[in-house]
């Protein structure tokens, strides 16, 4: 099998390099994949670069989702077939051409959806379920705020919030992402370098849950711009992990603030969560509804050049890596 190996530093030019290695052989109720696309996320240039080891048992290759068609199974596995066509999230192990997968971690695909996209789907989609619906409670004709509204993330909360009957305020940084954000659904769109966003939040009636990829430079402002009884989920730290929290202001308003990590769960916690993802959020996505823009391509030997362009925080949507 061919895969991406972290080497030479943490720099994404020198670190990943391509290499070959034994086949994997699905155990127990495992399948193998083989992996036409793979989805790049924050943790894996957060791994790279030391900051984020794999759990334990997990491959210390980068790459927590990917889509293509099973190509064998492990003892036990029922009710998937070789050759059919899957998405999957992982603890590791997606920068591959094969992956080896626990058979409860998959979705299966639609014939109209491409494996570029369904690549794009399974750590987001799971992501946003995990804290802004089963978290975060967000009901319909409620408002969710999104910060870092066009990052792979964001706009796949802002088509799940819009697919579940609420309604969706955006941040995210510049005139053409705010747009974008708009395009996506997004009822109020705003460009966090130049809109008053604080009163822009408050006209449109305030949040009923947050989510936050931000961290402390926002947690001030949160605060003041949830309703009574708003869920406040943390996802992401990147202005920074030590926060300004006024206490009395979460008891006055009753807030609930909550943050959590998804790799780190247990097998049998994802497993539950995906079946909740394939009951009701798998739906929005056969249908059309939730389909993650795709902001661009690399093939797998230019996992670097992926990881430049996700550091440098230009675009809009999902960047994927595509396995020949």
């Not at 494996?115 to 789907?121: G, S």
């Not at 909740?276 to 798998?282: D, K, L, P, S």
């Amino acid at each position: 099998m061919k895969r991406i190996s972290v080497t030479g530093g943490t720099g994404p030019a020198t670190a990943l390099t391509l290499v070959e290695t034994p086949d994997l052989q699905p155990g127990p109720g495992q399948v193998r994949i083989r992996v036409r696309a793979a989805g790049v996320n924050r943790p894996d240039l957060l791994q790279r670069e030391g900051r984020y080891p794999p759990p334990p048992g997990a491959p210390e290759t980068l790459g927590l989702e990917v889509a293509g068609e099973v190509d064998r199974l492990g003892d036990g596995v029922e009710g998937i077939a070789v050759d059919d066509r899957v998405a999957a999230l992982l603890g590791g192990g997606g920068y591959a051409d094969q992956a080896v997968v626990d058979a409860r971690h998959i979705f299966p695909l639609p014939d109209d959806l491409d494996l570029v996209t369904a690549a794009a789907l399974p750590e987001t989609l799971s992501t946003v379920f995990a804290n802004v619906f089963e978290d975060g409670r967000l009901r319909a004709g409620e408002t969710l705020l999104v910060h870092g509204a066009t990052s792979g993330i964001g706009v796949t909360a802002i088509q799940m919030a819009k697919a579940a009957g609420a309604r969706v305020i955006a941040t995210s940084r510049g005139g053409a992402k705010a747009d974008a954000a708009r395009a996506l659904g997004a009822d109020v769109s705003l460009d966090a370098t130049s809109d008053d966003f604080e009163s822009a939040t408050r006209d449109a009636g305030g949040a009923d849950v947050i989510l936050d990829m931000v961290g402390a430079d926002y947690a001030p402002l949160n605060q003041a711009l949830l309703k009574p009884g708003g869920r406040w989920s943390v996802i992401a730290t990147q202005s920074g992990a030590r926060a300004d929290i006024d206490l009395m202001r979460l008891m006055l308003k009753r807030i609930v603030l909550t943050g959590s990590t998804l790799r780190s769960r247990s097998a049998d916690e994802k497993a539950r969560l995906i079946a909740a993802v394939r009951q009701m959020a798998w739906p929005w996505v056969e249908s059309g509804q939730v389909r993650p823009p795709i902001n661009a391509t690399f093939p797998l030997a230019d996992a670097g050049l992926a990881h430049l362009r996700l550091e440098a925080g230009e675009h809009i949507g999902k960047i994927v890596l595509v396995v020949d």
